[in-house]
């Protein structure tokens, strides 16, 4: 079955790079997510990468796509302390299928 | 335009008593579903449904229930609540057409707790 991996926890310190990872299994995935969960809130998608893309940028944020390892990056420049939540990767269950299956995700914390 | 919204925010109930979670969208999503969350597990899919009147189970469906009488409602009911049904409860929608990039609307979720 389908199954995504993440590290659970990361620390970096204000002003630097985040890189978050993320592995997926499914290779028939077209579509991959990566969400934003704030404390005591709801999920929000960030950004998404359409499986024939190897990379995505979106100002502050960089998706890079390798999919021969079925790995999936989170790339945050300048890291602020705003950006201190759960990052969660989803890959949809192949061409068509509308349900996603979401990793266990990423704490980052931001040190000032 | 209120998106997903999720009511109560926070629920107390004893072992054995019975409750429903709300969810609505005013979206006209037609795809909806329940989600539960965990420490260390992640977003684990409870219940879906693809249009009004049609669900299906996910992942954990054991003591949980859902109808989709309309398009905006989906709730959720707990049976006989059990302490292994604490939880923070997510609800989530989407459009068939534009999914790809917009993937799922979350409502902010319901924290439940069971004693």
């Known amino acids: 079955g389908e199954d995504v991996e993440q590290s659970l926890f990361l620390s970096v310190r204000e002003g630097d790079s985040s890189v978050i990872n993320c592995t997926y299994t499914d290779s028939s995935s077209t579509y991959l997510y990566w969400y934003k969960q704030e404390p005591g809130a709801g999920l929000q998608l960030l950004t998404y990468?359409?499986?024939?893309?190897d990379m995505k940028q979106d100002q502050r944020l960089t998706v890079l796509l390798n999919k021969k390892d079925k790995h999936l990056s989170l790339r945050i420049a300048d890291t602020q302390t705003g950006d201190s939540a759960i990052y969660f990767c989803?890959?949809?269950?192949?061409?068509?299928?509308?349900?996603?299956?979401f990793g266990k995700g990423t704490k980052l914390s931001v040190i000032p | 335009n209120a998106g997903v919204t999720q009511t109560p925010k926070f629920q107390v109930l004893k072992t054995g008593q019975s409750m429903t979670l709300q969810c609505a969208q005013d979206m006209n999503h037609e795809y909806m579903s329940w989600y539960r969350q965990d420490p260390g597990m992640g977003l684990r899919l409870i219940h879906y449904s693809v249009g009004a009147g049609i669900t299906d189970q996910g992942e954990v469906p054991n003591g949980y229930n859902v109808s989709r009488s309309t398009t905006e409602d989906f709730p959720l009911r707990l049976l006989s609540a059990a302490p292994s049904q604490t939880s923070v409860y997510f609800c989530?929608?989407?459009?068939?057409?534009?999914?790809?990039?917009?993937?799922?609307?979350f409502g902010s979720g319901t924290r439940l707790t069971v004693v």
């Open positions: 990468i359409f499986s024939n893309m």
């Open positions: 989530a929608s989407s459009y068939y057409e534009g999914f790809a990039k917009n993937g799922y609307t």
């Open positions: 989803a890959e949809n269950e192949g061409a068509g299928s509308y349900q996603l299956t």
